[in-house]
């Protein structure tokens, strides 16, 4: 069953071709290739005019890498939010072009959701199961109760956990991105170097709040000096708060939904240092953890794919005139 | 001109400054927030969205990815914009001036673009690690 998938929510133009579940035949992703080399011209840094302008090229190099025609798709997974709005509907109205003219059903997919089931593209796990989605954009906990049916438990209320990472890099003049490099730094970093708050870790909700831990940072580092001699445990404490939050959350959704099979993914989940923070706590924890490889964890449009597959295979399509959403609405959990 | 001062000792107090602005909030109005990182602009304009009431006011976040969230109000929409990763405006088209017509824009880091629409401009000046002295200026 050969499903393709397309994500145009945010920055990226991702196409990807699945057959069944974890078959990957094609996932490309726009910021991987070189566009200026293999579309010319000026490429718009982030607008919806850059999608426009290389979705056709995009899903082309999907249908050739993944060796299909397209006459060949079974059905067409795209995401219809959230995300920009403007570069949603791109490749919404882009999948509805091919739905019409291929006669093949057109299925909306939810982008945070896909970040949880992107497990699927690599192993099978058993439903209910709780996912944590980490990225630049989205901090939120998934109840993720069976096939096509899940709900948002928890979710930061300011900044999201991958942009608290990019912002302290920024402050700090280290680059972009700054996840990555944070990462890198911390490696040889003492992680009790400074105790860090971890905001709203003793309220009894599922949510978050990274902007207090921001600045705290900041406050921090106006009183004291970094240097090279300290960057590694400053910036090793710092993100030690952060895993420390988003775990302790976990832990308590995993206690109020008694499910202990949880799925971490999102950019911010290919964190290697996270991955270690996660699976010890998880092993004393009796927590059954599941992580997607780095490579399906950021944005791409296999876990659109793979998502869709389970909306197809449930008979859950979508309407021709499926309109794009730019935000969850989060309803606060008592 | 208009220009008034608020002292806010903590980002509750900040919310609360931001809710009477809301409340007072009419269509077609641009607000935009200067301020260094953990200034509290996002929470101001959370504030600003509970007064305009905005049921899910608490969930209002940082758009610095996303570029810009809207939410629905009572009367009108509030249009959150964020510039914070922008480079060069002539690489992202908004069109602001469509949400304009739908409700208020907020607008965090508006450095990055010259504006040439009236705006009400909000400085928030960090003066120690929990306080904040924010200006408000109406044009």
């Known amino acids: 069953m050969l499903i393709l998938g397309i994500d145009t929510s945010c920055d990226e133009t991702s196409v990807s071709v699945i057959d069944g579940k974890n078959n990957i035949l094609s996932s490309i992703v726009s910021s991987q290739i070189d566009l200026h080399k293999r579309f010319g011209g000026v490429v718009p840094e982030i607008a919806s005019r850059k999608h426009v302008e290389i979705i056709d090229s995009i899903f082309h190099e999907a249908i050739d890498k993944a060796n299909i025609s397209k006459e060949n798709i079974d059905a067409i997974a ?40 992107s497990i699927f593209l690599e192993k099978d796990i058993e439903f209910p199961f709780i996912s944590l989605i980490i990225s630049g954009g989205h901090t939120c906990i998934l109840l993720m109760e069976k096939p096509c049916n899940y709900r948002v438990i928890g979710s930061t209320r300011d900044d999201a956990a991958g942009e608290a990472l990019d912002k302290i890099a920024k402050f700090l003049g280290l680059g972009y991105p700054g996840g990555p490099i944070i990462e890198k730094l911390s490696q040889k970093g003492n992680a009790d170097y400074v105790l860090f708050p971890r905001p709203m870790a003793d309220e009894d909700n599922l949510d978050f709040s990274f902007s207090g831990l921001k600045t705290a940072f900041i406050n921090w580092a106006k009183r004291h000096k970094i240097s090279d001699g300290n960057i590694h445990h400053v910036l090793a404490s710092f993100q030690e708060a952060i895993f420390d939050s988003l775990f302790g959350k976990l832990m308590k959704a995993s206690k109020r939904y008694n499910i202990n099979r949880i799925v971490v993914a999102g950019g911010v989940a290919s964190n290697s240092m996270l991955r270690t923070f996660f699976n010890e706590k998880a092993k004393a924890n009796n ?48 | 001109m208009e220009r ?28 935009l927030l200067y301020g260094e ?21 608490e969930y209002v976040v940082s758009p610095s990815f996303t570029l810009m969230n809207i939410y629905e109000g009572k009367k009108f929409n509030l249009c959150h914009v964020d510039l914070y990763r922008i480079e060069s405006m002539e690489a992202i088209e908004l069109n602001i001036e469509e949400y304009l017509q739908e409700g208020i824009v907020a607008v965090e880091w508006p450095e990055k673009k010259d504006w040439q629409i009236d705006a009400i401009k909000i400085i928030l000046h960090v003066i120690d690690d929990d306080t904040r002295k924010i200006e408000l200026i109406k044009p």
């Open chain 1, 78 to 117: 795209v995401t219809y939010g959230p995300g920009l709005i403007g570069s949603v509907l791109v490749g919404l109205c882009f999948a509805k072009g091919l739905s019409l003219s291929l006669n093949k059903p057109l299925i909306g997919i939810n982008h945070v959701e896909a970040h949880a089931m």
């Open chain 2, 37 to 57: 990182l953990g200034a509290g602009k996002t929470q101001f304009i959370k504030g600003m969205a509970r007064g305009m009431g905005i049921e899910d006011w």
């Open chain 1, 287 to 334: 927590i059954e953890l599941f992580f997607p490889s780095p490579i399906n964890c950021t944005d791409n449009a296999a876990m659109i794919a793979v998502t869709g597959y389970f909306y197809y295979k449930n008979g859950f399509l979508s309407p021709i005139d499926l309109k794009g959403f730019s935000r969850m609405v989060i309803k606060a959990t008592p």
């Open chain 2, 4 to 31: 008034t001062e608020f002292i806010s000792k903590n980002p509750f107090d900040t919310w609360q400054i931001g809710e009477r602005l809301g409340k007072m909030a009419k269509k077609g109005e641009l607000y």
